[in-house]
């Protein structure tokens, strides 16, 4: 069941907004009416701006839901970066997050994210050393090539993967986005692809795959 709510309030008049998440958006709706009505509300920006303009000029919508309150905060964190960085909006929230570059959001074809938790389940793997294993696998095992593009994934039901990876990985990403000129889901679509098409049944432990190849060894 998803319960976290992403969320965004706008000033139609003169485009602020404001990015939130909650676990129960209905009650966070009322709070934020509430306040907006009687030009009280916490946040100083929403607050000045409730006191130029009249309450019906906010609009509180609900934009995305989440099973995890993690994949729900880093969607905020994504939201918040990218209107901090768009001149077309007056940005309401006070603490625009310092990303470490560790935290990668994707948007993935259900087919293939259906095949990422099967094999996360199946090797006790939690999502983010499973994206490590299929990234990795792509950039050591394979020749690189990109077999998807935005329009492959465009339009399909997707499911959300919210994961956090070293710097160095995130890095080298970004450095072969730009020199592929192709974006960061549609590596990772192709990266998954390859990587199930392998069924690398990889360990979570090196020391128990070190112990199989032992034991085959061993047996032969």
Do not use: C
């Not at 259906?114 to 994206?131: A, D, H, M």
């Amino acid at each position: 069941m998803r319960k976290y709510s992403v969320y965004k309030i706008v000033n139609t008049k003169s485009m602020g907004i404001y990015y939130g998440y909650t676990n129960n958006f209905l009650r966070r709706f009322e709070e934020h009416t509430f306040f907006i009505k009687n030009k009280a509300h916490p946040n100083r920006k929403i607050m000045e701006a409730s006191h130029k303009y009249h309450w019906t000029d906010f609009k509180i919508e609900e934009i995305e839901k989440f099973t995890l309150k993690k994949e729900a905060k880093m969607k905020e964190e994504e939201l918040i970066i990218k209107a901090f960085n768009d001149p077309n909006y007056i940005l309401y929230n006070e603490k625009i997050p310092t990303r470490s570059g560790e935290n990668l959001m994707m948007s993935v074809e259900a087919n293939l994210a259906k095949q990422f938790f099967n094999f996360k389940r199946k090797n006790s793997l939690n999502k983010s050393e499973l994206t490590r294993q299929i990234f990795e696998y792509y950039f050591d095992k394979t020749n690189q090539k990109i077999t998807w593009t935005d329009e492959d994934i465009k339009g399909k039901e997707k499911w959300h993967i919210g994961v956090r990876i070293n710097n160095k990985l995130l890095k080298k990403i970004d450095e072969f986005s730009k020199k592929k000129k192709s974006n960061k889901n549609v590596i990772y679509h192709t990266a998954m692809e390859l990587f199930f098409e392998k069924k690398q049944d990889i360990k979570k432990h090196p020391k128990l795959l070190e112990f199989d190849i032992t034991f085959k060894f061993l047996g032969s």
